[in-house]
């Protein structure tokens, strides 16, 4: 994997191979901040990583500048390859080791972005409930976006808030905001 943009553009990462991840793919992450870009500025942003892995997508985030980031996996060898890489890029994520389902029901800070890549292979309940968990528990900031990353064979667009999908490759980003009344 390898970050694109921002202070460490291009630095590549290599996560252990005994890691139970599939992290976003470089053209997947590439076409998400190109939208994300045009309505963020990143030094401003936080951000919630669930189902974190090996990070990624905190790294590019932290790379741009963002303001905070939160790292939450169950794995603890996830936790742990992300606090490393963190203390040595010197980046600022706070990681939790967490059932993403339990974190999301305990949590009280509010995020701009909140970004989910569960395994793929998850139900169709098992994905909306991420996004009615963080409605029900109102974890966005006004106009904050939940961005969940699913396989193309995963329907998401009849889950409440769904605003947008966006198509990469085998990759889908989900967009859900919170309605505007």
């Not at 309505?39 to 990583?49: A, E, I, R």
């Amino acid at each position: 994997m390898r970050i694109i943009s921002g202070k460490y553009k291009g630095k590549r990462l290599q996560a252990p191979k005994k890691l139970p991840v599939r992290p976003t793919t470089d053209m997947a992450k590439e076409g998400l901040f190109n939208i994300l870009n045009h309505h963020y500025v990143f030094s401003q942003v936080t951000l919630l990583d669930l189902f974190a892995g090996t990070g990624n997508i905190s790294y590019e985030f932290a790379s741009r500048g963002a303001e905070h980031i939160t790292a939450v996996d169950t794995h603890y060898a996830c936790v742990g390859y992300i606090k490393s890489i963190a203390k040595e890029l010197d980046f600022d994520i706070d990681t939790i080791k967490s059932d993403v389902y339990h974190y999301l029901e305990k949590v009280k800070r509010k995020s701009d972005i909140i970004f989910a890549d569960p395994p793929y292979d998850f139900t169709d309940e098992q994905f909306s409930k991420i996004a009615e968990l963080v409605f029900k528990n109102d974890l966005l900031n006004e106009d904050g976006i939940l961005i969940i990353e699913h396989s193309k064979h995963t329907k998401l667009d009849s889950v409440t808030n769904f605003s947008n999908g966006r198509k990469y490759g085998g990759s889908v980003f989900s967009f859900f905001e919170k309605s505007k009344l």
